[in-house]
């Protein structure tokens, strides 16, 4: 039988410090921050080290914009079961450190092979963070704040991505208009301003590094791991004793039968776990299915097909970010208070519509403010809704004591689709056309809609021991 505390932790709100809940979540998320900068900053650099190491075929092009993405699968898988061993904090450390790294080795990188040697260590970066900034708010803040705490996560990722844009804009803003190919290659933004564009993601990765050494373990994974002592301390400054004691019933009840055993990925096998560990895994192949990345790693193909220049493409991509900025605003203040189901349903019904008009503009010839205003309003729809939400559901629909492993396993998933989609899309862009692609990732949203609709439950104010209950033990 499952004991609970006389009062459940997800109704206890009047001691709790939301100050150091947001300082804490804050440096976590700034694994986020990196993750967008650093995913995003190859989308502003690609016209000029593509010309500075030749690449010409579809091929070559799709590598080099996907290649981090293996990084990124094998950052995920390692961060499960590390992270369950040695704890959240000391790998979102080692996050911060290869971010830092790999950021500079980029920059320097001389040959082909060693820039992609580099891109794909820098994706290991954002494997880890894209799975533990999430996982550890989800596992430090108080029910009632969960999903607003975790979209912080997304709205870090969100600003990175848009720092990013600023500064590649910023660094070849001065390049002539209508500059050929062979120019571009010879001058200082073929040779140099894109290696800034990389070096420069050093500067918030120190930032990042020193941060995470301030803030405390998880309770969550300090209580599983046999130090409940520390776990119900850290738990007190976030919420205050009676909080802290609450919270600890809850997580213990969870916990008791499975005292001294370690974690197997095998164990997500049980019919209890898989149905589950199904819901997150779709649920993250189809946030990067839903094809909105192609718009971040490939807008210069996009814009060019609706007629801009490349200068009017560097200026179009930071509109881009500046939507995504706003629109994140927007799930902050309501993934908590409307709920995550209603998001989700919204921004899959939401961008199937706008890819099938973004389809019609291409089929018809109509270029210009039309594809760049709708493009504006996929990234909007996508930002408030697909993008956080989905973070935050596979943050915390998954039992504490496997919640690691889990979470490694759809956020692999995750990143395996965003390389299949990344490294697809010029292949499908030259095949099918933009019109036939963008009829395609329509076509998927409308089947995600419908996954949706039949098997997301609401999870909103409940704690994540409440979630575990009833969705593992109904």
């Avoid at 080290?49 to 290649?67: D, K, M």
């Avoid at 918030?204 to 776990?231: D, I, Q």
């Avoid at 909007?380 to 004591?401: D, H, K, Q």
């Avoid at 099918?432 to 963008?438: I, K, N």
Wanted: aromatic letters at 12%; charged letters at 10%; hydrophobic letters at 55%.
């Amino acid at each position: 039988m499952i004991t609970s505390s006389p009062a459940s932790a997800s109704h206890l709100k009047a001691e709790l410090h939301v100050g150091y809940v947001w300082l804490i979540s804050s440096v976590a998320a700034l694994g986020g921050l990196l993750f967008g900068w650093d995913w995003v900053v190859i989308g502003g650099a690609k016209p000029f080290f593509q010309r500075y190491f030749q690449l010409t075929s579809e091929a070559q092009i799709g590598w080099a914009n996907s290649c981090a993405l293996i990084g990124c699968l094998v950052g995920a898988l390692l961060a499960g079961g590390l992270s369950d061993r040695y704890g959240r904090k000391l790998l979102l450390i080692l996050s911060a450190f290869l971010f830092a790294l790999t950021s500079i080795g980029n920059a320097l990188a001389g040959t082909f092979s060693v820039f992609i040697f580099w891109r794909m260590l820098g994706g290991v970066a954002i494997g880890l963070a894209s799975n533990l900034s999430p996982l550890y708010i989800a596992e430090v803040a108080p029910a009632q704040m969960r999903g607003k705490l975790v979209s912080i996560n997304q709205l870090t990722i969100v600003v990175g991505i848009l720092l990013a844009q600023i500064i590649n804009w910023s660094l070849v803003r001065h390049l002539p208009a209508g500059a050929t190919d062979e120019f571009i290659r010879n001058s200082w933004f073929g040779q140099q301003g894109w290696r800034w564009m990389f070096g420069l993601t050093a500067a918030p990765s120190l930032l990042f590094f020193l941060g995470m050494f301030a803030v405390p373990e998880s309770p969550r994974w300090l209580a599983k791991n046999g130090r409940p002592e520390l776990a119900q301390k850290i738990l007190a400054k976030i919420g205050g004793a009676t909080y802290a004691a609450a919270a600890m019933a809850e997580i213990n009840s969870t916990l008791a039968t499975e005292e001294g055993q370690r974690v197997r990925f095998t164990e997500l096998l049980d019919p209890k776990l898989a149905k589950v560990l199904v819901l997150g895994v779709t649920l993250a192949v189809f946030q990067q299915w839903c094809g909105i990345n192609v718009i971040f790693n490939y807008a210069e193909e996009i814009f060019k097909a609706a007629g801009y220049d490349i200068s009017s493409v560097l200026s179009n991509i930071a509109w881009t970010g500046s939507i995504n900025l706003a629109f994140t605003f927007v799930a902050l203040g309501t993934v908590d208070r409307v709920g995550r189901r209603p998001l989700m349903l919204f921004g899959a019904a939401g961008l199937a519509l706008i890819y099938a008009a973004i389809a019609l503009c291409y089929a018809n010839g109509v270029n210009g403010l039309p594809v760049l205003l709708l493009v504006l309003a996929a990234i909007g729809c996508y930002a408030m809704s697909l993008a956080p939400v989905t973070w935050v559901v596979i943050s915390e629909i998954f039992p504490n004591r496997i919640r690691g492993a889990a979470m490694s396993v759809a956020v692999s998933a995750l990143w395996i689709a965003c390389f299949i989609l990344t490294y697809t899309f010029p292949i499908l862009n030259a095949n099918l056309g933009a019109a036939g692609t963008f009829w395609l990732y329509a076509a998927i949203c409308v089947a995600g809609l419908v996954f949706v609709f039949f098997k997301l439950p609401e999870t909103k104010g409940r704690s994540l021991e409440q979630i575990e209950r009833e969705l593992v033990d109904p």
